[in-house]
Nanobody
């Protein structure tokens, strides 16, 4: 098993930037595919981006492509989400998720481990 803890959320103006972190423990981080999801009030959980185990390949939702960047530091057992050019519609609780093994699709049911979430609010 692996435990995940998100941090770095907050309030930012439209066009601003924010960097989220997901610290992991309890298992071999490099063997897990990692992802970020988000959920706004009254809406379904939405895939944002994923990064594969071993390969390091990345997979972005069209809504964030070119603005968000996922990365992982295996030495620190941490995955990051750099968010630039933020828009009000990016406002949501952002969740870190992990899957043991290779990336196999963007549906949330593919990921068995979840963090507690961190709030991101984009508003002027």
């Amino acid at each position: 098993q692996v435990q995940l803890v998100e941090s770095g959320g907050g309030l930012v103006e439209p066009g601003g930037s924010l960097r989220l972190s997901c610290a992991t423990s309890g298992s071999t981080f490099s063997r897990y595919s990692m992802a970020w999801f988000r959920q706004a009030p009254g809406k379904d959980r939405e895939f944002v981006v994923a990064i594969g185990a071993t390969t390091g390949f990345t997979y972005y939702a069209d809504s964030v492509k070119g603005r968000f960047t996922i990365s992982r530091d295996n030495a620190k057992n941490t995955v990051y989400l750099q968010m630039n050019s933020l828009k009000p519609e990016d406002t949501a609780v952002y969740y870190c998720a992990a899957r043991e093994g290779p990336y196999s699709g963007r549906h949330y049911s593919r990921f068995g481990y979840w963090g507690q979430g961190t709030q991101v609010t984009v508003s002027s």
